[in-house]
């Protein structure tokens, strides 16, 4: 179970089309929550929506992962893989022509310990990160010298019209009320600028699969990828479209991927023997969105 304290919040509408019209998922999940789906639009999400100190649960939570333990244990091998993602994912947003041929300004919200940040100032980015928990960034934003701000972007008092590219990765399966964020988000960008999301994909195949074998993990009790109080959202590429176009964004692309693809965390591939045959089933089920990642792309008009 999860150690974290927390409150629970009023019920809330749904985030997307701001309605009850909502059917009950899973009561009960870590001894209290309840996760329901919107009949109209499909989101899934925790409500009563739980509420507490975001920056002592996320580092209560995520501080024993490998993830953390491979930056501090091995920053440079980290880096070598944020230096391949951010090189791909540069690639695959230009293909599409969403992104400047000349890189520009970058921020990061939620880039944990900066490797991303890192690996885009190596490209020629003015790249900035915004990162709530401190410790997640102590040693190596002064290894690289990165520029990290410990508050929301509602606090960094960014000039409108700043950025090229927003990227949040995993973070907003967190947040309760996402349309905030999207609105500062909105504000510091440039029109024409980009902000991609990657979140875990609630409707993936493996999401599904956790549902039907009620599996828990580290964190507790899940549903799918949700683990109130710590993943309080479950999207998938259609409804994060659905947010993104209700905030005044244009999507050009929404889709699911896979951990270990070329683009998407390659590190995470398997290696050996099974590495083809899980690459080829990760792949199908992309196509068919069902990948366990959702990407989306947004435009600021």
């Not at 920056?55 to 980290?78: C, I, K, M, N, T």
């Amino acid at each position: 179970m999860t150690n974290v304290e927390t409150v629970i919040e009023n019920m809330i509408l749904c985030p997307i089309c701001e309605t009850k019209d909502e059917k009950v998922c899973k009561e009960g999940v870590n001894g209290v929550y309840r996760i329901v789906r919107c009949r109209q639009c499909g989101l899934t999400y925790t409500n009563p929506m739980p509420v507490g100190d975001t920056a002592e649960s996320y580092h209560d939570v995520y501080d024993g992962w490998d993830y953390h333990d491979l930056f501090r244990s091995d920053p440079e091998a980290a880096l070598e893989m944020a230096r391949h993602e951010m090189r791909q994912q540069s690639v695959f947003w230009r293909s599409h022509k969403l992104l400047p041929v000349n890189p520009g300004r970058f921020l990061d919200v939620g880039c944990g310990a900066g490797h991303i940040l890192a690996a885009a100032k190596e490209e020629g980015w003015e790249a900035i990160g915004l990162e709530i928990d401190e410790e997640a960034f102590a040693s190596t934003a002064k290894i690289w010298d990165l520029d990290i701000r410990p508050v929301f972007l509602s606090k960094a008092d960014f000039p409108q019209g700043h950025f090229d590219w927003v990227r949040a990765r995993y973070v907003f399966e967190h947040l309760p009320h996402p349309s905030s964020l999207l609105s500062d988000i909105f504000n510091v960008l440039k029109p024409g600028g980009i902000l991609t999301i990657d979140v875990p994909n609630q409707q993936g195949f493996f999401s599904q699969l956790r549902m039907l074998m009620g599996k828990e993990q580290g964190l507790g009790q899940i549903y799918g990828y949700m683990d109130p109080p710590i993943h309080v959202m479950g999207y998938s590429p259609k409804t994060m479209k659905q947010l993104l176009e209700k905030n005044g964004f244009e999507v050009d692309l929404s889709f699911s991927t896979y951990p270990g693809s070329s683009t998407w965390r390659p590190e995470c591939a398997p290696k050996g023997r099974w590495r083809k045959i899980y690459m080829i089933i990760q792949w199908l089920l992309s196509l068919a969105k069902l990948g366990s990642i959702s990407v989306t792309c947004g435009r600021k008009p």
